[in-house]
């Protein structure tokens, strides 16, 4: 790939497409004025399941560590589960989109995880509530959360009555027997799936996240968004015949051993190579830097925190790299050579591992809106082309969308007008899961359009 020049170019054209950076002038092109109506909305067919490729003695003190600890931090007691048939029932004013996605999770949850689950309209015989509430109603309760799941309630207003209480304490389970999961009903389609993997697959499992993951929604960085082969294959040990509700840390690390042999053969007979745990210091310092308080020095000030404490650990991992994603989102405010930096190094340490393929792809997002704003549109090419395929598996349509837009916007800089239109209009389709509200798709496709800079006109 060509060396990428004039850093200033670089801040333009990543303010442009970063989730807090807004366009301070008008779109110098727009991609939309001839696209109305928009094309109809795209989905994916089916998932793309990878099964986990690391050593199973690995996987079983992952599953240790997501299975008896909260994501506070606090140790939980027991292992616990749905004992049984479990149904589901939905409750509020549900999206179009949540049927086909709701349809398409359950069964992968019945084929890849091995867990009986269906739908109920009756609500004396659900386990699971899952109710749509709106983003704002959901939000002013729990500020921090776009979804969540709690046990022992059944419904909103139930849940309400009770916020305060001991009874949402997941540590005081000994089984589950009823739970619920809240999410928000006006977002986007992709959103609204997101939350059903995440929530869900919490309800049935695992209560923590894990930053040390790379393979995994059960991770805080939010690459992942739809369950992989890893989540399903814990899934399905959680819900292996020789565990059940109760039991203890020590009697499940006893049998996991055995269960993941039947269940992973390929990770069996190897040796693991555990990485150093977290430290909580550093988690602390990734909450500040990306949660939505405090002001933006003291949110960069944060992230180079968190960014020395990897360092100092020697993680030089997934986590160091997502240190460094997060510092250089946070230095697209005129500090052009600290983002760029990072982003460049936060790219090679995921480019050393298959599994962070969908991670590297947000970073080259970035530098493919550089190549373009620069005026170099095959290499603009180059970059969405070696990282399509990974995005497609990740089943991320916004990040599509956008990659897509940008191979559209060069195409028609290299005069192949045709293409650009076709790969315009699948664009806009993706977009329309990712984005969902028309005006957004559109604010987007002009967004990216306005990053390539207008030909000179030819003297007279």
């Known amino acids: 790939m060509p060396r990428m020049r004039n850093l200033a170019l670089l801040t333009a054209a990543l303010l442009a497409l970063s989730a807090c950076g807004t366009p301070d002038a008008p779109p110098q092109r727009r991609?939309?004025?001839?696209?109305?109506?928009?094309?109809?909305?795209?989905?994916?067919a089916g998932p793309q399941v990878t099964r986990p490729a690391r050593p199973n003695p690995e996987i079983a003190r992952d599953f240790l560590d997501?299975?008896?600890?909260?994501?506070?931090?606090?140790?939980?007691?027991?292992m616990t589960r749905f004992e049984g048939p479990i149904a589901l029932r939905v409750l509020g004013p549900a999206p179009a989109s949540l049927e086909g996605d709701l349809a398409r999770l359950l069964a992968r949850f019945r084929t890849e995880a091995g867990i009986d689950i269906a739908r109920t309209p009756a609500a004396d015989r659900a386990n699971i509530t899952v109710e749509v509430v709106p983003r704002a109603t959901l939000q002013r309760a729990v500020p921090e959360a776009a979804c969540f799941v709690v046990p022992r309630v059944t419904s909103w207003g139930d849940f309400m009555a009770n916020r305060r209480s001991g009874a949402l304490d997941w540590s005081t389970l000994r089984t589950r027997d009823t739970v619920a999961v809240f999410i928000p009903g006006d977002v986007p389609p992709q959103e609204v799936r997101d939350c059903l993997h995440e929530e869900l697959a919490?309800?049935?499992?695992?209560?923590?996240?894990?930053?040390?993951l790379t393979d995994s929604v059960f991770n805080d960085d939010n690459f992942h968004t739809v369950l992989t082969g890893f989540d399903m294959l814990?899934?399905?040990?959680t819900y292996a015949p020789e565990l059940r509700?109760?039991?203890?840390?020590?009697?499940?690390?006893?049998r996991l051993p055995a269960i993941l042999a039947r269940l992973n053969p390929a990770g069996a007979g190897r040796g693991a190579a555990p990485r150093p745990p977290t430290s909580r210091a550093w988690i602390d310092e990734i909450e500040r830097a990306l949660g939505p308080r405090g002001r933006p020095a003291a949110r960069k000030r944060a992230a180079r925190r968190a960014v020395a404490i990897a360092r100092a650990g020697g993680w030089n991992d997934n986590r160091l790299a997502f240190s460094l994603f997060a510092l250089a989102r946070l230095s697209l405010d005129g500090n052009d050579d600290v983002a760029l930096a990072a982003f460049l190094e936060a790219a090679s340490i995921y480019a050393r591992d298959p599994a962070t393929s969908v991670h590297g792809a947000h970073i080259a997002v970035q530098l493919a809106a550089f190549a373009l704003s620069s005026?170099?549109?095959?290499?603009?090419?180059?970059?969405?082309?070696?990282?399509?395929p990974a995005v497609v598996a990740a089943e991320n349509a916004s990040l599509l969308s956008t990659l897509l837009m940008i191979k559209a916007t060069a195409l028609r800089d290299?005069?192949?007008?045709?293409?650009?239109?076709r790969l315009r209009a699948d664009a806009l389709g993706w977009a329309r899961y990712g984005y969902g509200d028309p005006r957004e798709v559109l604010r987007r496709a002009d967004e990216i359009a306005a990053i390539a800079p207008i030909p000179?006109?030819?003297a007279s």
Not at 234 to 237: E, G
């Open 245 to 254: 509700s109760g039991m203890s840390r020590s009697d499940v690390a006893a």
């Open 375 to 388: 005026g170099q549109p095959q290499s603009a090419l180059a970059i969405v082309d070696a990282n399509t």
């Open 456 to 458: 000179a006109e030819p």
């Open 414 to 421: 290299l005069g192949r007008r045709t293409e650009s239109d």
């Open 234 to 237: 814990i899934l399905r040990a």
């Open 66 to 78: 997501l299975t008896f600890m909260l994501e506070s931090g606090r140790a939980l007691p027991v």
């Open 202 to 212: 919490q309800a049935l499992g695992p209560l923590n996240d894990l930053y040390r």
């Open 31 to 44: 991609a939309t004025g001839e696209m109305a109506p928009l094309p109809p909305m795209k989905v994916f």
